[in-house]
């Protein structure tokens, strides 16, 4: 699903709506880019609900783990 965008004077873009439909992105979602190569990827982050993050500490635990776990959305 190739798509095309044009950066802003402010170096701002807008996500194409067939892409935010698609990964079901809303407001608040966050985008990690990395470049590799010559390329550049993006890769969508859910915003995180309090649903999404109950039980996911552990009692005890290694705290720097926990916090990885919350941010890289691992079970």
Do not use: F
């Not at 935010?20 to 407001?27: G, Q, V």
């Not at 550049?40 to 783990?65: E, V």
């Amino acid at each position: 699903m190739p798509s095309k965008t044009k950066l802003s004077e402010g170096y701002s873009t807008v996500l194409p709506a067939e892409i935010r439909k698609a990964l079901e992105l809303a407001p608040g979602d966050i985008l990690l880019w990395e470049i590799e190569g010559n390329s550049i990827r993006i890769q969508p982050r859910k915003k995180a609900t309090l649903d999404s993050i109950t039980g996911i500490a552990s009692c005890g635990g290694d705290a720097l783990h926990d916090k990885k776990k919350a941010q890289t959305g691992e079970s």
